[in-house]
């Protein structure tokens, strides 16, 4: 056989291999990842997660964590007098539940400062925002709940701020409340597997993106 021959059939052979192999890789990653979860943020096996709770809604019926279990959820921590970072969070919230409009996402908010944030104060600050109360929850209740949600759940902090008063709704003031400013992305499991900033516009892309990424069908 020719030297010219031989290295025709060995082209021939390796062009072969390498279709068959990109047709390999090609038919892996159609089938996609076994847990989408663990491949959004990374911190799915961090160990943060939502922990169970007895609360009541915005409308003063008992919820527990079972409210959020089997579905995903975007979570925020607010308090409905925060002069700072709540206004912006609620108004990421509102667009990425806009952008998800249709979708089988819900959305939550806790509040830690039970001592104002009655149910009837929980539906005015809704009312406000223009939030969907058929998919989007309001919690409020036992501060120690929350906050061991935070501290325990999230490792993170809420702490009032001794020196830093600001006015309430109802002409009042109180001590700040130093808490997350994040959004967090919950699974069905109750565990967080996305966080996102709530200062950073181009975070709710992120999120949304993660949303859709993670959600049956999409």
């Known amino acids: ?22 047709l390999v ?12 979860a663990q491949t959004v943020s990374g911190i799915a096996d961090t160990g943060l997660r939502i922990l169970p709770f007895e609360l009541i809604d915005h409308n003063g019926n008992a919820a527990t ?6 579905r995903w959820t975007v979570v925020d921590f607010i308090f409905t007098n925060c002069p ?32 104002r944030d009655t149910p009837e104060r929980l ?34 902090i809420v702490d009032e701020e001794a020196d830093n008063e600001i006015s309430a709704h109802d002409g009042s003031t109180m001590k700040n409340i130093q808490h997350p400013t994040r ?22 892309d992120r999120l949304v993106s993660d949303v859709e990424s993670v959600l049956p069908g999409e």
């Open 84 to 115: 700072g970072a709540c206004p912006v969070m609620t108004a990421r919230m509102v667009e990425a539940a806009q952008r998800l409009e249709g979708k089988p996402v819900r959305f939550a908010s806790f509040s830690i400062d039970e001592r």
């Open 65 to 70: 964590e079972a409210e959020l279990e089997g």
């Open 123 to 156: 539906r005015e600050f809704a009312d406000g925002y223009g939030i969907d109360l058929e998919r989007w929850s309001l919690y409020t209740g036992d501060d120690r709940q929350t906050r061991r949600m935070v501290a325990e759940g999230l490792m993170l």
């Open 25 to 36: 890789s090609m038919m892996l990653n159609r089938q996609g990842p076994a847990n989408p």
């Open 1 to 22: 056989m020719s030297k010219p021959l031989r290295v025709l059939i060995f082209i021939c052979v390796l062009g072969l291999a390498c279709s068959a192999g990109a």
């Open 183 to 204: 959004l967090f992305l919950v699974s069905p499991e109750l565990k967080v597997v996305g966080l996102y900033s709530s200062g950073d516009p181009s975070e709710l």
